[in-house]
Protein backbone atom coordinates (compact mmCIF):
# COMPACT_ATOMS: atom_id res chain seq x y z
CA UNK A 1 0.00 0.00 0.00
CA UNK A 2 0.98 3.42 0.54
CA UNK A 3 3.61 2.26 2.84
CA UNK A 4 5.93 0.26 1.06
CA UNK A 5 8.90 1.27 0.08
CA UNK A 6 9.27 -1.10 -3.08
CA UNK A 7 12.72 -0.27 -3.59
CA UNK A 8 14.42 -3.58 -3.42
CA UNK A 9 12.46 -4.83 -5.98
CA UNK A 10 12.94 -2.28 -8.58
CA UNK A 11 15.26 -3.47 -11.41
CA UNK A 12 16.49 -0.95 -14.43
CA UNK A 13 13.85 -0.53 -16.78
CA UNK A 14 14.51 -1.35 -20.79
CA UNK A 15 14.26 1.81 -22.40
CA UNK A 16 13.31 0.34 -25.34
CA UNK A 17 10.85 -2.44 -24.81
CA UNK A 18 6.80 -1.85 -24.38
CA UNK A 19 5.57 -3.68 -21.36
CA UNK A 20 3.34 -6.61 -21.80
CA UNK A 21 3.30 -6.90 -25.45
CA UNK A 22 -0.20 -7.41 -27.42
CA UNK A 23 -1.55 -8.04 -30.66
CA UNK A 24 -0.38 -4.76 -31.80
CA UNK A 25 3.11 -3.83 -30.70
CA UNK A 26 4.11 -1.61 -28.45
CA UNK A 27 0.59 -1.92 -26.82
CA UNK A 28 0.31 -2.23 -22.94
CA UNK A 29 -2.91 -4.41 -21.43
CA UNK A 30 -3.92 -2.86 -18.03
CA UNK A 31 -2.93 -6.36 -15.29
CA UNK A 32 -5.94 -6.08 -13.83
CA UNK A 33 -8.49 -5.67 -16.50
CA UNK A 34 -7.02 -6.60 -19.79
CA UNK A 35 -7.95 -3.36 -21.11
CA UNK A 36 -5.71 -1.29 -23.20
CA UNK A 37 -3.22 1.51 -21.96
CA UNK A 38 -0.85 3.70 -23.33
CA UNK A 39 2.61 1.75 -23.62
CA UNK A 40 5.16 1.85 -20.96
CA UNK A 41 8.69 0.71 -20.16
CA UNK A 42 9.12 -2.75 -19.63
CA UNK A 43 9.62 -3.65 -15.71
CA UNK A 44 11.24 -6.45 -14.17
CA UNK A 45 11.42 -6.65 -10.47
CA UNK A 46 14.24 -9.07 -8.92
CA UNK A 47 13.79 -12.57 -8.57
CA UNK A 48 11.70 -12.33 -12.35
CA UNK A 49 13.52 -15.60 -13.64
CA UNK A 50 12.50 -17.32 -10.75
CA UNK A 51 10.28 -20.94 -10.88
CA UNK A 52 7.46 -19.96 -9.67
CA UNK A 53 3.71 -21.73 -8.60
CA UNK A 54 1.31 -20.18 -11.48
CA UNK A 55 -1.30 -20.54 -8.75
CA UNK A 56 0.12 -18.30 -6.23
CA UNK A 57 3.28 -16.73 -7.83
CA UNK A 58 5.65 -17.77 -4.53
CA UNK A 59 8.09 -19.60 -6.29
CA UNK A 60 7.67 -23.35 -6.08
CA UNK A 61 9.63 -24.11 -3.27
CA UNK A 62 7.44 -23.15 -0.62
CA UNK A 63 4.24 -22.40 -2.47
CA UNK A 64 1.27 -21.12 -0.99
CA UNK A 65 -1.85 -22.74 -2.66
CA UNK A 66 -2.25 -25.26 0.06
CA UNK A 67 -2.96 -22.35 2.46
CA UNK A 68 -4.99 -19.93 0.14
CA UNK A 69 -8.70 -19.54 2.04
CA UNK A 70 -11.22 -17.17 1.59
CA UNK A 71 -13.66 -15.63 3.45
CA UNK A 72 -16.71 -12.99 3.34
CA UNK A 73 -16.72 -9.14 5.16
CA UNK A 74 -18.98 -6.74 5.92
CA UNK A 75 -17.20 -4.22 4.48
CA UNK A 76 -15.28 -4.60 1.05
CA UNK A 77 -12.02 -3.12 -0.13
CA UNK A 78 -11.30 -1.49 -3.77
CA UNK A 79 -7.27 -1.19 -4.52
CA UNK A 80 -6.10 1.51 -6.59
CA UNK A 81 -2.92 0.25 -7.57
CA UNK A 82 -0.04 2.09 -8.91
CA UNK A 83 0.69 0.26 -12.58
CA UNK A 84 4.18 -1.23 -11.66
CA UNK A 85 2.68 -2.58 -8.33
CA UNK A 86 0.98 -5.62 -10.05
CA UNK A 87 4.47 -6.66 -12.05
CA UNK A 88 6.16 -6.97 -8.05
CA UNK A 89 5.76 -10.48 -7.12
CA UNK A 90 6.08 -8.86 -3.68
CA UNK A 91 2.82 -6.73 -3.85
CA UNK A 92 0.67 -8.27 -0.78
CA UNK A 93 -2.64 -6.45 -2.64
CA UNK A 94 -3.50 -9.50 -4.22
CA UNK A 95 -3.29 -10.75 -1.05
CA UNK A 96 -6.50 -9.17 -0.54
CA UNK A 97 -8.39 -10.38 -3.25
CA UNK A 98 -7.63 -14.00 -2.89
CA UNK A 99 -9.43 -13.87 0.95
CA UNK A 100 -11.92 -11.51 0.21
CA UNK A 101 -13.43 -12.43 -3.54
CA UNK A 102 -15.46 -9.26 -3.64
CA UNK A 103 -12.33 -7.20 -3.66
CA UNK A 104 -12.00 -4.58 -6.26
CA UNK A 105 -8.58 -4.14 -8.34
CA UNK A 106 -8.06 -0.74 -9.83
CA UNK A 107 -5.14 0.22 -12.12
CA UNK A 108 -4.41 4.20 -11.30
CA UNK A 109 -3.42 6.13 -14.36
CA UNK A 110 -3.44 9.73 -13.98
CA UNK A 111 -4.74 11.14 -17.14
CA UNK A 112 -7.51 7.88 -17.63
CA UNK A 113 -9.31 7.08 -14.72
CA UNK A 114 -11.30 3.23 -14.24
CA UNK A 115 -14.37 4.07 -15.84
CA UNK A 116 -15.83 1.10 -14.02
CA UNK A 117 -14.38 2.65 -10.53
CA UNK A 118 -16.03 6.00 -10.98
CA UNK A 119 -19.56 4.13 -11.55
CA UNK A 120 -18.95 2.85 -8.24
CA UNK A 121 -18.16 5.52 -6.66
CA UNK A 122 -21.87 6.96 -7.54
CA UNK A 123 -23.24 3.57 -6.49
CA UNK A 124 -25.36 4.68 -3.62
CA UNK A 125 -25.18 0.88 -1.95
CA UNK A 126 -21.52 1.65 -1.22
CA UNK A 127 -19.85 4.64 1.53
CA UNK A 128 -16.62 4.70 0.27
CA UNK A 129 -13.66 5.56 2.47
CA UNK A 130 -10.07 6.88 1.87
CA UNK A 131 -7.69 4.95 3.52
CA UNK A 132 -4.71 7.82 4.02
CA UNK A 133 -2.90 9.68 7.12
CA UNK A 134 -4.12 12.91 8.56
CA UNK A 135 -1.01 14.82 7.90
CA UNK A 136 -2.00 17.65 5.60
CA UNK A 137 -4.39 20.69 6.49
CA UNK A 138 -5.50 21.01 3.41
CA UNK A 139 -7.90 17.93 3.74
CA UNK A 140 -8.50 18.22 7.50
CA UNK A 141 -12.58 18.75 6.99
CA UNK A 142 -12.49 15.48 5.25
CA UNK A 143 -10.87 13.69 7.99
CA UNK A 144 -12.77 10.67 9.96
CA UNK A 145 -12.76 8.16 12.42
CA UNK A 146 -13.87 4.33 12.67
CA UNK A 147 -17.04 5.46 14.08
CA UNK A 148 -18.04 7.01 10.67
CA UNK A 149 -18.03 3.30 9.44
CA UNK A 150 -19.86 2.10 12.17
CA UNK A 151 -23.09 4.93 11.05
CA UNK A 152 -22.30 3.56 7.11
CA UNK A 153 -23.38 -0.01 9.06
CA UNK A 154 -25.98 1.25 10.95
CA UNK A 155 -27.59 3.13 7.84
CA UNK A 156 -27.78 -0.48 5.51
CA UNK A 157 -25.10 0.89 3.42
CA UNK A 158 -21.67 -1.08 2.48
CA UNK A 159 -18.54 0.85 3.76
CA UNK A 160 -15.56 0.19 1.57
CA UNK A 161 -11.93 0.73 2.47
CA UNK A 162 -10.09 2.64 -0.42
CA UNK A 163 -6.45 1.83 -0.32
CA UNK A 164 -3.79 3.71 -2.40
CA UNK A 165 -1.68 0.86 -3.58
CA UNK A 166 2.16 1.68 -4.11
CA UNK A 167 5.06 2.95 -2.48
CA UNK A 168 4.66 6.17 -0.46
CA UNK A 169 5.40 8.69 -3.51
CA UNK A 170 2.93 6.97 -5.55
CA UNK A 171 0.47 6.86 -3.27
CA UNK A 172 0.40 10.28 -2.29
CA UNK A 173 0.70 11.10 -6.05
CA UNK A 174 -2.89 9.11 -6.36
CA UNK A 175 -4.35 11.23 -3.60
CA UNK A 176 -3.17 14.06 -5.39
CA UNK A 177 -3.54 13.65 -8.40
CA UNK A 178 -7.33 11.88 -8.71
CA UNK A 179 -9.91 14.99 -8.30
CA UNK A 180 -13.01 11.87 -8.50
CA UNK A 181 -11.19 10.92 -5.00
CA UNK A 182 -11.18 14.84 -3.63
CA UNK A 183 -15.24 14.31 -2.54
CA UNK A 184 -14.61 11.54 -0.50
CA UNK A 185 -14.30 11.36 3.55
CA UNK A 186 -10.50 10.48 4.46
CA UNK A 187 -9.95 7.83 7.14
CA UNK A 188 -6.46 7.22 8.64
CA UNK A 189 -5.65 4.37 10.25
CA UNK A 190 -5.17 4.76 14.54
CA UNK A 191 -2.79 1.58 15.69
CA UNK A 192 0.01 0.89 17.44
CA UNK A 193 0.72 -2.82 15.41
CA UNK A 194 4.33 -2.67 13.89
CA UNK A 195 4.69 -4.12 10.54
CA UNK A 196 5.45 -8.00 10.50
CA UNK A 197 6.78 -7.24 6.47
CA UNK A 198 9.91 -9.04 6.03
CA UNK A 199 10.28 -8.89 1.92
CA UNK A 200 10.82 -4.64 1.57
CA UNK A 201 12.52 -2.15 3.98
CA UNK A 202 9.74 -0.16 5.13
CA UNK A 203 10.65 3.76 5.90
CA UNK A 204 9.14 2.96 9.50
CA UNK A 205 8.19 0.10 11.17
CA UNK A 206 5.34 1.57 12.09
CA UNK A 207 4.64 1.83 7.94
CA UNK A 208 2.02 -1.58 7.35
CA UNK A 209 2.21 -2.90 4.11
CA UNK A 210 -0.94 -2.95 2.19
CA UNK A 211 -2.47 -6.26 3.15
CA UNK A 212 -1.74 -5.96 6.90
CA UNK A 213 -3.65 -2.47 6.92
CA UNK A 214 -6.97 -4.12 5.29
CA UNK A 215 -6.69 -6.75 8.05
CA UNK A 216 -6.30 -4.18 10.97
CA UNK A 217 -8.77 -2.09 9.47
CA UNK A 218 -10.92 -5.44 8.97
CA UNK A 219 -10.50 -5.83 12.61
CA UNK A 220 -11.30 -2.54 14.21
CA UNK A 221 -14.43 -2.43 11.67
CA UNK A 222 -15.78 -5.61 12.98
CA UNK A 223 -14.62 -8.11 10.84
CA UNK A 224 -12.71 -10.08 13.00
CA UNK A 225 -12.48 -13.25 10.81
CA UNK A 226 -12.17 -12.08 8.15
CA UNK A 227 -9.20 -9.86 9.60
CA UNK A 228 -7.76 -13.08 10.95
CA UNK A 229 -7.65 -15.06 7.83
CA UNK A 230 -6.26 -12.15 5.99
CA UNK A 231 -3.71 -11.92 8.86
CA UNK A 232 -2.56 -15.48 8.83
CA UNK A 233 -2.30 -15.13 5.21
CA UNK A 234 -0.20 -12.58 5.62
CA UNK A 235 1.81 -14.67 7.68
CA UNK A 236 2.24 -17.14 5.82
CA UNK A 237 2.84 -15.92 2.25
CA UNK A 238 5.40 -13.52 4.34
CA UNK A 239 7.15 -16.17 6.14
CA UNK A 240 6.81 -18.49 2.98
CA UNK A 241 8.48 -16.33 0.20
CA UNK A 242 11.05 -14.74 2.92
CA UNK A 243 12.27 -18.75 3.58
CA UNK A 244 12.38 -19.36 -0.52
CA UNK A 245 14.98 -15.54 -0.80
CA UNK A 246 17.08 -18.42 1.42
CA UNK A 247 16.38 -21.44 -0.48
CA UNK A 248 14.86 -22.66 2.40
CA UNK A 249 12.10 -25.30 2.44
CA UNK A 250 9.36 -24.83 5.23
CA UNK A 251 9.39 -28.25 6.48
CA UNK A 252 6.43 -27.58 9.35
CA UNK A 253 3.52 -25.50 8.90
CA UNK A 254 3.96 -22.24 11.07
CA UNK A 255 0.80 -21.95 13.76
CA UNK A 256 -0.92 -19.50 11.09
CA UNK A 257 -0.74 -22.12 8.56
CA UNK A 258 -2.04 -24.24 10.64
CA UNK A 259 -5.25 -22.10 11.34
CA UNK A 260 -5.11 -22.05 7.83
CA UNK A 261 -5.70 -25.12 7.06
CA UNK A 262 -8.48 -25.55 9.87
CA UNK A 263 -10.50 -23.19 8.60
CA UNK A 264 -10.39 -24.47 5.16
CA UNK A 265 -11.15 -27.63 6.51
CA UNK A 266 -14.22 -25.96 8.45
CA UNK A 267 -15.64 -24.47 5.49
CA UNK A 268 -15.59 -27.53 3.48
Not at 163 to 191: C, E, H, M, N
Not at 239 to 249: F, P, T
Request: contains cysteine.
Amino acid sequence: MLDETGQADLAEHDSTTGLGQGPAPGLFHDPATGHPRPPRREFKARGSFTERCPGCNLPVLNCLCPYQASTESEARVWLITHPLEHLKPTNTGRLIRDVLPDTEVFTWYRTAPDERLLALLEDPRFAPFVIFPDDQPDYAGRVVGMDAVGEVKASGRTPVFILLDGTWRQARRIFRKSPYLDRLPVLPLATSRLTRYQLRKPASQAHLCTAEVAAELLRQSGDTTAAQVLDDYFDAFNVSYAASRRYEKIEQPTPAMRRLLAYRDDDR
